[in-house]
């Protein structure tokens, strides 16, 4: 037989979730009030409590209250201990997505789930505690604290392994890809996606992590220059985080897409992308900031590409990913346009390269220098004279390479005799 629904409870609630935009401290009182109430062993009790506890969260997140929210959480506990464990497991993660739509409670956010996992292991709700330590290993990514990140992804790479969770394992070993990857280390990188790949393949991925595989894929692909493999990397997770509703996603999977391009050099690919429906999806001030970077690219112009970089700093700024990626293209572009202008010189001041770049003598002078040492050109910077001597690259002479060969042949005829020499005098 169904529960009987207790009508002036549910109109309370409904009342409270109207109140809750426009007069807070009223809805806020009656969410406290249903919450001080035992919810026994009723189903429509538990129902209306967890409603009541979803909606306060919600309140607190709308009004960004971020301390209430985790005093919210932890005074909770108590009253979920005595869920359902699968409930108190979505309840508790509920309550934890709330806090992504305030802005910087990283910390917050760390000192929660800490306490949260402390909870679970005292109560010990293993599942739950495994899910809250790969959700602390994000928020220790979000911080950049990546060595807490991997000391914690060890030890739950050893525990799911051995209790063979594949998608929780997946997950994981997807995390590691990207912590090492931050850290600059792509072969470990490289190593942990193949693994989380291998792990995938034998069980069902959910759409968001397959989408997750895929960006992360598109990155290290990147980081080899292979943008042609990374643009369909991109590709499919666009596609999988527009299939989720993950709209920032879905928008930064673009923004590497037309980063791929740009990069190629593909310029009309790029004004293909720009009038793309995805582009009507995804506009902004991210995609004019891509826009802007990709005409100065075109044009070879380094003040345009500067000013894009200073126009749009924030949106070009905050991806590590894309910052990393533009300092390459600006690096390559400042190259193009030395070479460029030193070409017809044997001799040049280095003031006057400057002013032909429009850059700081210093700046250049630096460029020059390194240049020079990875061999892209033969010359040396006379720094007393401020001045560029360039020379014209020597061609490899075969007769040397020759040399040698016949010297390497009579080496091994002398050691023959040697040899021969020796067994006749034993």
Same mark, same amino acid.
């Given at each position: 037989?169904?529960?009987?629904?207790?009508?002036?409870?549910?109109?309370?609630?409904?009342?409270?979730?109207?109140?809750?935009?426009?007069? @807070?401290? *009223?809805?806020?009182?009656?969410?406290?009030?249903?919450?001080?109430?035992?919810?026994?062993?009723?189903?429509?009790?538990?129902?209306? !409590?967890?409603?009541?506890?979803?909606?306060?969260?919600?309140?607190?997140?709308?009004?960004?209250?971020?301390?209430?929210?985790?005093?919210?959480?932890?005074?909770?506990?108590?009253?979920?201990?005595?869920?359902?464990?699968?409930?108190?497991?979505?309840?508790?993660? $509920?309550?934890?997505?709330?806090?992504?739509?305030?802005?910087?409670?990283?910390?917050?956010?760390?000192?929660?789930?800490?306490?949260?996992?402390?909870?679970?292991?005292?109560?010990?709700?293993?599942?739950?505690?495994?899910?809250?330590?790969?959700?602390?290993?994000?928020?220790?990514?979000?911080?950049?604290?990546? !060595?807490?990140?991997?000391?914690?992804?060890?030890?739950?790479?050893?525990?799911?392994?051995?209790?063979?969770?594949?998608?929780?394992?997946?997950?994981?070993?997807?995390?590691?890809?990207?912590?090492?990857?931050?850290?600059?280390?792509?072969?470990?990188?490289?190593?942990?996606?193949?693994?989380?790949?291998?792990?995938?393949?034998?069980?069902?991925?959910?759409?968001?992590?397959?989408?997750?595989? #895929?960006?992360?894929?598109?990155?290290?692909?990147?980081? #080899?220059?292979?943008?042609?493999?990374?643009?369909?990397?991109?590709?499919? %997770?666009?596609?999988?985080? $527009?299939?989720?509703?993950?709209?920032?996603?879905?928008?930064? *999977?673009?923004?590497?897409?037309?980063?791929?391009?740009?990069?190629?050099?593909? +310029?009309?690919?790029?004004?293909?992308?720009?009038?793309?429906?995805? /582009?009507?999806?995804?506009?902004?001030?991210?995609?004019?900031?891509?826009?802007?970077?990709?005409?100065?690219?075109?044009?070879?112009?380094?003040? *345009?590409?500067?000013?894009?970089?200073?126009?749009?700093?924030?949106?070009?700024?905050?991806? /590590?990913?894309?910052?990393?990626?533009?300092?390459?293209?600006?690096?390559?572009? =400042?190259?193009?346009?030395?070479?460029?202008?030193?070409?017809?010189?044997?001799?040049?001041?280095?003031?006057?390269? /400057?002013?032909?770049?429009? =850059?700081?003598?210093? $700046?250049?002078?630096?460029?020059?220098?390194?240049?020079?040492?990875?061999? +892209?050109? +033969?010359? +040396?910077?006379?720094?007393? @004279?401020?001045?560029?001597?360039? !020379?014209?690259?020597?061609?490899? #002479?075969?007769?040397?390479? %020759?040399?040698?060969?016949?010297?390497?042949?009579?080496?091994?005829?002398?050691?023959?005799? !040697?040899?021969?020499? @020796?067994?006749?005098?034993?």
């Amino acid at each position: 037989m169904a529960e009987p629904v207790d009508v002036e409870e549910l109109s309370r609630l409904e009342r409270a979730k109207k109140l809750s935009k426009n007069d @807070a401290p *009223a809805a806020e009182a009656i969410f406290k009030e249903i919450l001080s109430r035992d919810p026994g062993s009723s189903e429509a009790a538990l129902r209306d !409590y967890e409603a009541a506890l979803i909606g306060l969260g919600s309140l607190y997140r709308d009004h960004k209250r971020p301390d209430d929210l985790a005093e919210l959480v932890r005074t909770s506990r108590s009253v979920l201990s005595s869920f359902a464990k699968a409930k108190t497991a979505k309840l508790v993660r $509920q309550l934890l997505d709330l806090f992504s739509a305030v802005p910087n409670t990283t910390d917050t956010q760390i000192s929660v789930t800490r306490s949260c996992i402390e909870w679970a292991v005292s109560e010990r709700r293993g599942f739950l505690r495994q899910n809250l330590e790969t959700r602390l290993v994000g928020l220790y990514m979000d911080k950049q604290a990546y !060595y807490d990140a991997l000391n914690l992804i060890n030890g739950l790479l050893k525990e799911l392994k051995r209790l063979d969770d594949k998608v929780v394992l997946v997950e994981v070993q997807l995390l590691e890809s990207r912590t090492y990857h931050a850290l600059g280390n792509f072969a470990k990188a490289r190593a942990a996606l193949t693994s989380a790949r291998t792990s995938a393949a034998s069980v069902y991925c959910p759409p968001r992590l397959q989408a997750g595989l #895929d960006m992360q894929s598109g990155k290290l692909h990147a980081e #080899d220059r292979d943008f042609n493999t990374a643009f369909s990397y991109f590709i499919e %997770a666009l596609e999988g985080y $527009q299939g989720q509703d993950e709209g920032g996603l879905a928008a930064s *999977a673009f923004q590497y897409m037309l980063l791929c391009k740009i990069m190629l050099n593909a +310029v009309d690919d790029v004004n293909s992308l720009m009038t793309s429906k995805n /582009a009507l999806k995804h506009g902004g001030k991210p995609l004019e900031a891509m826009k802007a970077v990709a005409r100065a690219h075109s044009d070879r112009s380094l003040e *345009a590409y500067e000013r894009a970089l200073s126009d749009y700093r924030h949106e070009l700024g905050s991806d /590590a990913f894309i910052r990393h990626h533009l300092r390459r293209l600006y690096d390559a572009m =400042l190259e193009q346009n030395l070479l460029k202008v030193i070409e017809p010189f044997s001799r040049v001041e280095i003031a006057h390269i /400057a002013r032909m770049v429009g =850059l700081d003598t210093a $700046q250049v002078e630096r460029k020059l220098s390194q240049m020079i040492l990875d061999k +892209v050109f +033969v010359g +040396v910077l006379d720094q007393g @004279a401020g001045c560029l001597l360039v !020379y014209d690259e020597a061609e490899r #002479d075969a007769g040397y390479d %020759a040399a040698l060969q016949t010297i390497e042949k009579l080496g091994t005829v002398v050691d023959v005799l !040697y040899t021969n020499q @020796a067994s006749l005098l034993e």
